[in-house]
C-alpha cells in the first residue's frame, strides 16, 4: 500500500534545517555554473546550424537535439538517483553535458551539421541536470516551503544563464586565439563550466538529501529498473490527479518557451542583427525565466499552485502575440521573450512543486523522471514544428500557433479546478 506523501508542515529538525540550508548553496552553485553551459549553447547552436547547413528548417533542430538530449537523459538521471542518490544523477547528466560539447567542438572544426547535433544531443544533458536539480531542493522541505525552495534553487540558474550568451563573443574570439576555429571556442568553454559543476556536485552534496529523506521516513525506492521505473510513475500518476495536472502545465510551458526561444536567435539573424543583439534578447529572455522564480515559489506556496499555474499561462499568450506581431522591431521580441520566460517559471515553479507535493516519496523519483521525460519530448517535438513553422510560413505564425495553445491549456486548467472544487 502507498504511503502518503511524507512532506508537512511540521516544524523540521535542527540538524536536517542546517542540512537543507547547505543542500540549497550546493545545488545553486551547481546550477550557477552549469547555467553558463547551458546558455552558451542556447545562444549560438541554432546559428551555427543555421550557417553549417545553409537550412533555416534544420537549424530548428539545434533546439530539437538538445531539447531531445534533456529527454533521453531524463529517465536514466532518476534512475541513478533513485539508486544511489541525487549527487549520482547530478553526475551522470552534468558528465554527459561535458562530453557534449566536446564533441560539438569536435563538429565544428570538421564542418559538419550532423555531427553538431549529435554533440548538443549530448549538451542537453546540461538542461537534464538544471531540471533535476530544482527536484533535489525539495527532498527535505516541508510543504508549506516546496515551491519556494524549488525556486531558489531555479533563480540560482539566473547568474550563470544570464552571463552565459553574453560570454558567447569573448569565447568565441578567445577560441580563436587559442587555435579553435571560429564559434568552437563557446562550447569548449561550456566544457569546462560543466566540469566545475560535476565537481561542486560530486565533492559537495554531502550527506545527499533524497538518501537522507528516505531514511527519515523509511522508506527506499519503488521501480528501480527502466521498465519497473515508467510503471510506477504510471501508477503514481493514475491514483494522484493533481499530479496528472501539473505534468501537463509543465509540459505545455516548456513546449511554448522552447518553440518560441529557439527560433528567435534566427529571427534576429536573418533580421540583421549580431552576435551581441542575439546574445542581449537570449540573456533577457533567461533573466526572465529565473529572476523573478522566488516570488513565483512565494506565490504559489501562499495562493495556491494552480492559480499560479493560470497566470502562467496567461503570460504565455501574452508573450506569443508579442513576439508574432512584432516584425523587425527588437524591442518588442525582446519584451516577449522576458514575458515567455516569466510564463515559464510560473509553469515550472508551480507545477514542479504540485508534483513533489502530490506524490509519495518512494515513488517520487520516478514520477519526477517522467515529468522531465515528457516536458522535454514535448519541447523536442515543438521546435520541429517550429522550425517547419517559421521555415516555411513565418515567425508571427508560430507565434499565433503558441498563442492558442497556451490560451485553450488555460482554460482547460481553470475548467478541471471549476469541476472537482468543493
Given at each position: ?53 545553409g537550412s533555416t528548417v534544420i537549424s530548428g533542430f539545434a533546439g530539437t537535439a538538445t531539447v ?152 527506499r525506492e519503488e521501480g528501480g529498473k527502466r521498465r519497473g521505473m515508467i510503471r510506477t510513475g504510471l501508477q503514481a500518476l493514475r491514483t494522484t ?182
Amino acid at each position: 500500500m502507498t504511503s502518503a506523501p511524507t512532506q508537512s508542515t511540521a516544524p523540521l529538525p535542527e540538524r536536517i534545517v542546517r542540512i537543507q540550508r547547505r543542500t540549497l548553496a550546493v545545488l545553486s552553485a551547481s546550477q550557477i555554473v552549469g547555467g553558463v553551459g547551458v546558455a552558451v549553447g542556447l545562444a549560438l547552436s541554432s546559428v551555427v546550424v543555421d550557417e553549417l547547413s545553409g537550412s533555416t528548417v534544420i537549424s530548428g533542430f539545434a533546439g530539437t537535439a538538445t531539447v531531445l538530449g534533456a529527454a533521453l537523459l531524463a529517465l536514466p538521471t532518476a534512475r541513478a538517483a533513485g539508486r544511489g542518490g541525487r549527487r549520482a544523477g547530478l553526475s551522470l547528466a552534468y558528465f554527459a553535458a561535458l562530453a557534449g560539447c566536446l564533441v560539438s567542438v569536435l563538429a565544428i572544426s570538421l564542418r559538419t551539421w550532423p555531427l553538431l547535433l549529435a554533440g548538443l544531443v549530448l549538451v542537453g544533458g546540461g538542461s537534464a541536470a538544471n531540471l533535476a536539480a530544482r527536484y533535489s531542493a525539495t527532498d527535505l522541505s516541508p510543504r508549506d516551503r516546496s515551491a519556494r525552495h524549488l525556486s531558489l534553487v531555479v533563480w540560482a540558474s539566473t547568474i550563470g544563464s544570464v552571463a552565459g550568451p553574453n560570454l558567447a563573443e569573448p569565447a568565441d574570439e578567445l577560441g580563436v586565439g587559442l587555435g579553435l576555429v571560429e564559434k568552437a571556442g563557446p562550447f569548449a568553454f561550456a566544457a569546462l563550466a560543466f566540469g566545475l559543476a560535476l565537481v561542486v556536485v560530486l565533492g559537495m552534496l554531502r550527506p545527499d538529501p533524497l538518501a537522507l529523506a528516505r531514511e527519515l521516513h523509511g522508506t527506499r525506492e519503488e521501480g528501480g529498473k527502466r521498465r519497473g521505473m515508467i510503471r510506477t510513475g504510471l501508477q503514481a500518476l493514475r491514483t494522484t490527479p493533481m499530479a496528472r495536472h501539473a505534468l501537463v502545465m509543465i509540459a505545455v510551458s516548456h513546449t511554448a518557451m522552447v518553440s518560441v526561444m529557439s527560433m528567435t536567435p534566427v529571427k534576429l539573424h536573418h533580421d540583421g542583427s549580431n552576435l551581441d543583439v542575439i546574445g542581449l534578447v537570449i540573456s533577457l529572455h533567461i533573466a526572465g525565466m529565473y529572476v523573478l522564480s522566488p516570488v513565483v515559489g512565494w506565490l504559489a506556496d501562499k495562493a495556491g499552485k494552480v492559480p499560479v499555474l493560470v497566470l502562467g499561462m496567461a503570460l504565455l499568450v501574452s508573450a506569443a502575440a508579442l513576439a508574432g506581431t512584432a516584425g523587425h522591431r527588437v524591442w518588442q521580441v525582446t519584451a516577449a521573450l522576458v514575458l515567455l520566460g516569466l510564463g515559464w517559471s510560473c509553469g515550472l515553479v508551480a507545477g514542479s512543486a504540485l508534483v513533489s507535493e502530490s506524490v509519495p516519496l518512494e515513488r517520487r523519483t520516478a514520477v519526477q523522471g517522467l515529468s522531465d521525460l515528457l516536458m522535454n519530448v514535448c519541447g523536442a517535438t515543438g521546435t520541429i514544428v517550429a522550425g517547419a513553422i517559421v521555415g516555411l510560413l513565418g515567425y508571427g505564425v508560430l507565434g499565433l500557433v503558441v498563442a492558442v495553445m497556451a490560451g485553450l491549456s488555460g482554460l482547460w486548467l481553470l475548467a478541471v479546478r471549476r469541476r472537482t472544487a468543493p
